[in-house]
């Protein structure tokens, strides 16, 4: 167990929804990280945070969205979802930003739109 | 971001060392060198990370060359359990994984 703490497990839903994924980072970690992972496809990483800011971005899309809360929660919002956006999506954090610390991943919520 | 490159997959027997290759001649001085794995399509685990001086931790060994272009991650007796995708990480700002190494261990 990571300490990372991601709801849902699982999710269905349809095209043109929208979902909000939850993470909650382990106890005292600042850092927060999203990834998108689609079947046999690698990491591709979404956005970092950092404290409630936004540290680093990736290949974000527009209709996806993130936020760090005050209590160092995250949520990851995607919008409009299409067929190709069903995929596991994974958060890390640490406790600063690597590269003083590693990142700690949880189990990760699969999407399945339908 | 200094781009890595790993062979997609390796074998090794149960019990023997495997020694995982990464390439990053485009690694620049303040930049550090992690190692995580994926087994299955669980979260990805932190094994490793250094950034000159060979590592040594619990579950491997991070051996990089002195002009810092490559390493090699070391697991000293593998197991089953070991099989999974093992990537080499350059980290800049970003911790941005690559493809690979699918690690398959047979008895």
């Known amino acids: 167990d990571s300490g990372v703490t991601q709801t849902p497990k699982h999710l269905i839903t349809a095209t043109g929804q929208r979902v909000t994924l939850r993470c909650s980072p382990r106890s005292g970690d600042l850092s927060v990280y999203w990834y998108q992972q689609s079947l046999d496809q690698g990491l591709q990483f979404l956005i970092q945070y950092y404290n409630g800011e936004e540290r680093a971005k990736g290949n974000i899309l527009e209709r996806f969205s993130a936020q760090q809360f005050p209590d160092l929660h995250s949520e990851l919002n995607l919008s409009s979802l299409e067929l190709g956006d069903s995929a596991l999506y994974f958060c890390?954090?640490?406790?600063?930003?690597?590269?003083?610390?590693?990142?700690?991943f949880g189990q990760g919520t699969r999407l399945t739109v339908v | 971001d200094a781009k890595t490159t790993q062979p997609p997959s390796m074998d090794c027997a149960e019990g023997r060392a495997a020694n995982l290759p990464c390439n990053h001649s485009?690694?620049?001085?303040?930049?550090?060198v992690y190692w995580y794995r994926q087994i299955h399509s669980q979260g990805p685990q932190y094994i490793i990370h250094?950034?000159?001086n060979n590592e040594t931790n619990e579950m491997a060994s991070l051996i990089i060359t002195e002009d810092r272009k490559s390493s090699t991650l070391i697991l000293p007796h593998a197991t089953l359990r070991d099989t999974a995708v093992y990537y080499c990480?350059?980290?800049?700002?970003?911790?941005?994984f690559g493809t690979g190494t699918r690690l398959q261990v047979f008895p």
């Open positions: 890390a954090s640490s406790e600063w930003t690597v590269p003083s610390t590693e990142a700690f």
């Open positions: 990480i350059v980290y800049t700002d970003k911790l941005i």
């Open positions: 250094g950034l000159k």
């Open positions: 485009t690694i620049s001085g303040n930049e550090y």
